[in-house]
């Protein structure tokens, strides 16, 4: 399938995730082959089939982009409605979920546009402790060039939905 053709289909896919789960898994690879998933909040995508997130805690992903700057993201629409309503009607309006395949920059300074984007993302939390000892020093990001895509499917449920 074109990534293409389906990249406003996988943001809807993304942004369902995102309001469900609040973050994205990114799976990477370490020197050994072994796989690796960390849960990353702060993804942001853009038209381009392009995204970028704030490159702050996980140890792990920055030495496994040493040899290995592939990743796989996922995002998972677990919105306990949207899965029961399926379930009841039998299919799925919209892709529970979608993986992308893409590689990785080298980490940059964010701009000011992407920090005022993320601060509009948390500003909801922006009077809770945990807000300024998580979130007061993000200023890393790193981009993500998507090349391709795999849908989550189940069958019969997930019939006609994807190009």
């Given at each position: 399938m074109d990534i293409g053709k389906n990249w406003s289909e996988i943001l809807e896919v993304l942004a369902n995730a995102k309001r469900s789960n609040r973050f994205f898994s990114i799976a990477t690879v370490d020197c050994d082959g072994n796989p690796h998933v960390t849960p990353i909040g702060h993804v942001f995508f853009r038209d381009d089939m392009t995204g970028y997130y704030f490159d702050a805690y996980s140890q792990a992903m920055p030495k496994n982009?040493?040899?290995n700057?592939?990743?796989?993201?996922m995002g998972v629409n677990s919105s306990t409605k949207f899965w029961l309503k399926s379930l009841f009607k039998g299919q799925f309006k919209s892709a529970p979920a979608v993986r992308l395949f893409g590689e990785v920059s080298e980490p940059r300074?964010?701009?000011q546009e992407e920090i005022e984007k993320l601060q509009n993302a948390i500003r909801i939390?922006?009077?809770l402790k945990g807000h300024k000892?998580?979130?007061s020093d993000l200023t890393r990001v790193r981009d993500i060039k998507f090349d391709a895509f795999?849908?989550?499917t189940y069958p019969a449920m997930c019939d006609g939905l994807w190009k």
């Amino acid at each position: 399938m074109d990534i293409g053709k389906n990249w406003s289909e996988i943001l809807e896919v993304l942004a369902n995730a995102k309001r469900s789960n609040r973050f994205f898994s990114i799976a990477t690879v370490d020197c050994d082959g072994n796989p690796h998933v960390t849960p990353i909040g702060h993804v942001f995508f853009r038209d381009d089939m392009t995204g970028y997130y704030f490159d702050a805690y996980s140890q792990a992903m920055p030495k496994n982009f040493e040899h290995n700057k592939r990743v796989c993201l996922m995002g998972v629409n677990s919105s306990t409605k949207f899965w029961l309503k399926s379930l009841f009607k039998g299919q799925f309006k919209s892709a529970p979920a979608v993986r992308l395949f893409g590689e990785v920059s080298e980490p940059r300074k964010a701009t000011q546009e992407e920090i005022e984007k993320l601060q509009n993302a948390i500003r909801i939390t922006s009077k809770l402790k945990g807000h300024k000892l998580l979130w007061s020093d993000l200023t890393r990001v790193r981009d993500i060039k998507f090349d391709a895509f795999s849908p989550a499917t189940y069958p019969a449920m997930c019939d006609g939905l994807w190009k």
